[in-house]
């Protein structure tokens, strides 16, 4: 599915399509509507980008403990830790 923004929605934002792209992510992330590969490939960065993105913001990542458990475990079955 695509979204049509016509011009001068743009025009009035003073953005560009690339910004409100990121907008829209950002917006999407945080109401936890998307995760954060999710609203990196929408807003058109890659992950460690729009990480900075959240950062320059003060955007915190959304990570939990349960999302913590998951990586040790894994760190566990690669023999990491």
């Known amino acids: 599915m695509g979204v049509i923004i016509s011009d001068d929605i743009l025009e009035a934002t003073h953005m560009t399509e690339d910004e409100l792209k990121q907008e829209f992510a950002i917006l999407l992330y945080q109401k ?5 590969a999710q609203a990196s ?4 960065l890659d992950r460690l980008q729009f990480q900075h993105l959240l950062a320059s913001r003060r955007i915190p990542i959304n990570y939990d403990i349960e999302d913590f458990k998951k990586d040790l475990d894994t760190l566990r079955k690669i023999g990491r830790i």
């Open 32 to 36: 936890e509507k998307l995760t954060l």
């Open 41 to 44: 490939r929408l807003s058109g």
